[in-house]
C-alpha cells in the first residue's frame, strides 16, 4: 500500500514499507548459532543442526545443496571442508530450518493467549524533508491481535503480499491517519 506516500523519497524522508518493518522485527527475535559458517565450530554446528532431522535434509535441498552421502559423511567428520558456496549455502538452509522451526513459538509469543502484543510504530523520518513538507507525526502505539498467525506463516515463506495485506489490517486500527503509517522509520515490540 502507498498511502499518501505514493514516492517516500520525493522530498528525502526516510522510510521502509511497513511489511518490510514488520517481516524485520519478526526477524530479529530469531536467534541462532552466532559462530560464522566459515569457523570449523559455526560449520560443525549447522552441520549437526540440518543433519539430525528430515526437515534439516529439506532445508537443505531447498537451499541447492545436492551432494552425495559420502561427500556429507566427510563433512560431518570434518575430513573435508565444504567450498565457499556450499557454506552459504549450508547457512541459508540453517536459518530456513531454524525460522521454520521457531514459527510456533514466535506465534505463541505474539499471541500472548489472545491478548496479542503492544507495538510501537515510529514514523518516517522526516528530519532532511523541508519544512513546509513536514507531517505532524509522532510515534503511536497499538495492541496488535488476530494476525500473528498470518504474519508469522507470510515471514516463514516471505510472503511479502501477505505481510502487506496484514501491514494494511494493522493500522486500519489507527484511525483516520492510518495511511500516513504505510511507510515506517521501524516498529518494535518486546514479547
Known amino acids: 500500500m502507498a498511502g499518501r506516500w505514493m514516492d517516500l523519497g520525493m522530498y ?22 552466532a559462530s560464522p559458517v566459515d569457523s570449523e565450530r559455526g560449520l560443525a554446528a549447522r552441520l549437526n543442526y540440518l543433519t539430525r532431522t528430515d526437515a534439516g ?3 537443505m535441498d531447498r537451499a541447492g545443496i545436492h551432494i552425495s552421502p559420502r561427500t556429507l559423511m566427510a ?5 573435508r571442508i565444504p567450498n ?8 541459508a538452509a540453517y536459518w530456513d530450518l531454524r525460522r521454520r522451526n521457531v514459527a ?15 507495538v510501537e510504530i515510529n514514523p518516517v523520518d ?10 505532524d507525526l509522532s510515534s503511536r502505539s497499538i495492541n496488535v491481535r488476530g494476525v500473528w498467525d ?9 510472503d511479502i503480499d ?30
Open 104 to 118: 510456533a513459538d514466535l506465534k505463541k509469543r505474539l499471541n500472548n493467549h489472545g491478548r496479542g502484543t503492544r
Open 84 to 91: 565457499k558456496a556450499n557454506r552459504s549455502r549450508l547457512d
Open 150 to 158: 498470518r504474519a508469522v506463516d507470510a515471514w516463514v515463506n516471505d
Open 12 to 33: 528525502n524522508a526516510r522510510g521502509l514499507a511497513g511489511a518490510d518493518a514488520l517481516g524485520i522485527a519478526i526477524e530479529q527475535m530469531v536467534t541462532g548459532i
Open 162 to 191: 501477505e505481510l502487506d495485506a496484514i501491514w494494511d489490517d494493522i493500522i486500519q486500527d489507527l484511525g483516520s491517519e492510518y495511511d500516513a503509517y504505510s511507510n515506517v522509520s521501524s516498529i518494535g515490540w518486546a514479547a
Open 75 to 79: 563433512w560431518l567428520a570434518e575430513e
Open 57 to 59: 535434509y529439506e532445508a
Open 126 to 135: 522526516q528530519t532532511r524533508v523541508e519544512g513546509r513538507h513536514q507531517r
